[in-house]
């Protein structure tokens, strides 16, 4: 019954080879099953797996295969079964991230700059949203690093070993898709690893497609929906760069 703190619609483009992974900020207005406006955030709370996928495929004019609801706490040993995550930070996310664990953690970063991150350092390094004064938009680019790296790292995995790093996480799952669905969807993302696939990242709203507003007497991004779904469709039919 909780909000969902992050949403990430994942792409697995085998046309240009190439995983994207795209952000959707949590305050993001819109309008929910039944019309009404509300957040992001909001909408698995009360309207589910359907809810969310039928919002997000209405206004960006995509078919959702399947959805996944993931504990944070899950992801940690994911990330020290991994080898842990080497991220450049400034000196504010090195503050917060003290800040956020109480300086109870002997793995703390000292300093900032190039620093090694264990599972629980990175899952506060992801949870920051104060660093920068970017809000959410530096919070979600902060989750891309983190996955970025992750998908490089199982480059060197074999398809069961992919599979055992699922299974880790499996249990801190809810989802609407079937086994045959994962097992799919776990084939087609390794595919596309062992193939030297690019790591593309997207956030929703771009940069001059929303503003600031108040929604129920809190601070809101009033979305021009149809100017990301366009930006969003651009990208999706845009080769990489090379």
Same mark, same amino acid.
């Given at each position: 019954d909780a909000r969902t703190d992050t949403? /990430?619609? /994942?792409?697995?483009?085998?046309?240009?080879?190439?995983?994207?992974?795209?952000?959707?900020?949590?305050?993001?207005?819109?309008?929910?099953?039944?019309?009404?406006?509300?957040?992001?955030?909001?909408?698995?709370?009360?309207?589910?797996?359907?809810?969310?996928?039928?919002?997000?495929e209405r206004d960006l004019g995509i078919?959702?295969?399947?959805?996944?609801?993931?504990?944070?706490?899950?992801?940690?040993?994911?990330?020290?079964?991994?080898?842990?995550?080497?991220?450049?930070?400034?000196?504010?996310?090195?503050?917060?991230?003290?800040?956020?664990?109480?300086?109870?953690?002997?793995?703390?970063?000292?300093?900032?700059?190039?620093?090694?991150?264990?599972?629980?350092?990175?899952?506060?390094?992801?949870?920051?949203?104060?660093?920068?004064?970017?809000?959410?938009?530096?919070?979600?680019?902060?989750?891309?690093?983190?996955?970025?790296?992750?998908?490089?790292?199982?480059?060197?995995?074999?398809?069961?070993?992919?599979?055992g790093v699922y299974n880790q996480v499996?249990?801190?799952?809810?989802?609407?898709?079937?086994?045959?669905?994962?097992?799919?969807?776990?084939?087609?993302?390794?595919?596309?690893?062992?193939?030297?696939?690019?790591?593309?990242?997207?956030?929703?709203?771009?940069?001059?497609?929303?503003?600031?507003?108040?929604?129920?007497?809190?601070?809101?991004?009033?979305?021009?929906?149809?100017?990301?779904?366009?930006?969003?469709?651009?990208?999706?039919?845009?080769?990489?760069?090379?």
């Open positions: 949403i /990430v619609i /994942v792409t697995l483009d085998e046309k240009y080879n190439r995983v994207i992974m795209t952000s959707v900020l949590r305050d993001s207005k819109i309008k929910n099953p039944n019309g009404n406006d509300t957040k992001a955030n909001l909408l698995y709370r009360y309207f589910g797996f359907d809810g969310i996928t039928q919002c997000l078919e959702i295969k399947g959805a996944v609801l993931i504990n944070f706490e899950h992801v940690k040993p994911v990330i020290d079964a991994l080898g842990g995550v080497d991220i450049e930070i400034t000196e504010d996310e090195m503050i917060r991230i003290r800040k956020i664990l109480l300086g109870k953690d002997p793995n703390l970063p000292t300093h900032y700059g190039m620093v090694h991150m264990t599972g629980r350092i990175a899952l506060a390094y992801m949870r920051d949203r104060s660093s920068g004064m970017t809000g959410d938009f530096g919070r979600t680019e902060r989750q891309r690093k983190v996955v970025s790296q992750l998908f490089d790292k199982c480059r060197d995995l074999s398809l069961m070993e992919l599979i499996s249990e801190g799952m809810l989802m609407n898709l079937s086994a045959m669905d994962i097992l799919a969807a776990l084939r087609d993302g390794y595919s596309l690893i062992a193939g030297g696939a690019d790591f593309d990242e997207f956030s929703i709203p771009q940069k001059g497609t929303f503003y600031y507003e108040y929604l129920n007497g809190s601070s809101s991004l009033h979305v021009r929906w149809n100017s990301n779904r366009t930006k969003f469709h651009e990208m999706l039919n845009t080769p990489p760069q090379q």
